[in-house]
Each structure stands twice: as structure tokens, then as C-alpha cells.
């Protein structure tokens, strides 16, 4: 019995669906099938009930998910531990970001990190927020920062700090010389938003308070990186609610516009595991709870 015959247990029985379970297993159906069956044959008792319309755990079945979800528990700790060990022969740090700390955050850390470890080799990976927190738990990362935090009980969260959002829009719309404008005029009004999968916490936070404001805009485009926002808002495309750290970026075809209503903040955390914190990250969180007033939860 091999850990992907677990895997492809697990999901089918997560999905009790054949066809939804090869797709998250990246693989195909029929193959998906083969592995089960070899599996049963080697458990030695049918663990799914298999008709045209469902699948079904058998008693048997239920009874094995459960010890298949700790032993693929314990493996990824095992994949865990070994990285880490190898980690700190290494002698490196492997930290994830999304593109707010490498402006606001990495200026403050990275000149104290090499002044202190001056031989240690560090790893940049830019990652999106979830891709950080399964780098994080596999350890494939040591640190991420991101916009939100996952509840995890493996997990210390560090807030750094929370940026309120900006509104800018092309130089040449009608308003661009109205000192503040009012949301009331973001009704109907065209918008490029950042889209929900690259973006998931701006877009969650943007959509809610479009909602709470009872505001009608007209989505012309989805952008995948917030320079996409600034570049698509410069050519005239539409307006757009990005964080404060992209005002340096803006060009001279954009202007920011303040809201006589305030618009939401969105926030820039640091975790790492519990198990994990070592004197590089001791620093780290030293130098952030000194520039920015951290909170840890």
C-alpha cells in the first residue's frame, strides 16, 4: 500500500465522487478507479458502495478514512520535520510574500538580517495568500505575509499593520478635479476590480463594502496583479479601490480622489509555525512589533 493510494481514497471519499475526485487528484477517472479497486484488494474488504447515481461509504470504509486521514497526517509531518531539519543545515530562510511587504515590510527587515546573519541564504517565493499557507504547512516556507490569516492550530499570526484603501481614477474623468467625491458616485460607475482568486481578501473586502453601501458598479474588468488595476485605470478603462502602498506607483494619467465617506483598510500579517520560530524569525517579529505596533493572535 502506497501514501497516493490513500490520497485517492481520501478524496473520493471527501468528494463521493469519482469524477470530482480525479479532478482534484489531477488525474483520470478510469485510472482513478484502478486504484481503489487495488486498494480494496489489498485491505482485503469493500470500503465504497458504487451505483449510477452516488457513491457510499461502507462501515469498513468509514472506519478506514479515518486512520487513512492520520496516516497521511503524519506523513506530511514526517515530509515536515525532514525539510526542517534540512532547513537548518541549510542555513536558510524561505519566506512568502504577496507585493505589499516586499515595499513596506522587507525595507525594515532585510538590512537587520543581513547585518546579523550575514551567511544565511534566504529564499523570496511570491506567492498568493493560499498558496503561502499550504508552502507554510508543508514547510516548504518559513514565514509568509499575507492579507488574511488561516485558522490553524500549527499556526502563530502576527498583524503588522491595516492600510486603508485608495481610490483613483483616470486624470481625464469629469471628476478629476472635484477636490472629494462622494461613494454615491461610484454607482453605475465603470470599475476594474482585482479578481477574487488572485486577490481573495481585497476582492472579499471591496464586494462587502459595495454591498453595505448599496452600490451598483458596472465590473468592466477583472485585474490579476494591482499593477494591472494601475495600468487598466491610466489608459481610461475605468476607476478602481486599490491599497494606500500603490499610490508611489501611480503615473501622471492617474489621479487619488478622497471620499467624503471613509472606504474600508485592508490588513499585512506574518505567520509561521508555532514549532518553528527560531532566532531569524525571533528578529523578524522584533522588528516588526518596533516599526508597526504588531499584534499577536
Given at each position: 500500500m502506497e501514501l497516493r493510494h490513500l490520497r485517492y481514497f481520501v478524496a473520493v471519499a471527501e468528494e463521493l465522487n469519482f469524477t470530482k475526485a480525479a479532478q482534484r487528484m489531477f488525474t483520470v477517472q478510469p485510472s482513478l478507479s484502478q486504484q481503489i479497486k487495488d486498494?480494496?484488494?489489498?485491505?482485503?474488504?469493500?470500503l465504497l458502495i458504487r451505483s449510477n447515481r452516488k457513491v457510499e461509504l461502507t462501515e469498513e470504509g468509514r472506519a478506514f478514512l479515518k486512520q487513512a486521514l492520520l496516516s497521511l497526517e503524519h506523513a506530511e509531518r514526517a515530509i515536515y520535520e525532514a525539510r526542517q531539519v534540512a532547513n537548518m543545515h541549510k542555513d536558510q530562510l524561505k519566506i512568502g510574500f504577496v507585493p505589499v511587504a516586499e515595499m513596506k515590510v522587507f525595507p525594515y527587515i532585510m538590512p537587520n538580517i543581513r547585518a546579523h546573519f550575514p551567511k544565511l541564504k534566504i529564499d523570496f517565493q511570491s506567492l498568493t495568500d493560499h498558496e503561502q499557507f499550504i508552502a507554510l504547512k508543508k514547510g516548504e516556507i518559513d514565514i509568509a505575509f499575507t492579507r488574511y490569516t488561516e485558522d490553524c492550530e500549527e499556526f502563530e499570526h502576527v498583524q503588522i499593520f491595516q492600510e486603508p484603501l485608495a481610490l483613483i481614477i483616470p486624470k481625464s474623468s469629469s471628476l478629476a478635479d472635484q477636490r472629494h467625491i462622494s461613494i454615491k458616485a461610484f454607482d453605475q460607475q465603470d470599475f476594474v476590480i482585482s479578481d477574487e482568486a488572485a486577490s481573495p481578501q481585497l476582492y472579499k473586502i471591496i464586494q462587502a463594502f459595495f454591498r453595505q453601501s448599496k452600490l451598483a458598479i458596472n465590473v468592466v474588468q477583472k485585474s490579476t496583479n494591482i499593477l494591472l488595476n494601475v495600468n487598466l485605470v491610466g489608459m481610461g478603462v475605468g476607476w478602481s479601490l486599490v491599497p494606500a502602498y500603490v499610490?508611489?506607483?501611480?503615473?501622471?494619467?492617474?489621479?487619488v480622489k478622497n471620499t467624503l465617506e471613509p472606504l474600508p483598510v485592508i490588513g499585512l500579517y506574518a505567520s509561521y509555525r508555532k514549532q518553528q520560530k527560531n532566532e531569524v524569525i525571533s528578529m523578524i517579529l522584533k522588528i516588526l512589533k518596533e516599526q508597526f505596533y504588531t499584534e499577536m493572535f
Open positions: 486498494l480494496e484488494h489489498e485491505v482485503g474488504v469493500q499610490i508611489p506607483l501611480l503615473g501622471d494619467k492617474i489621479v
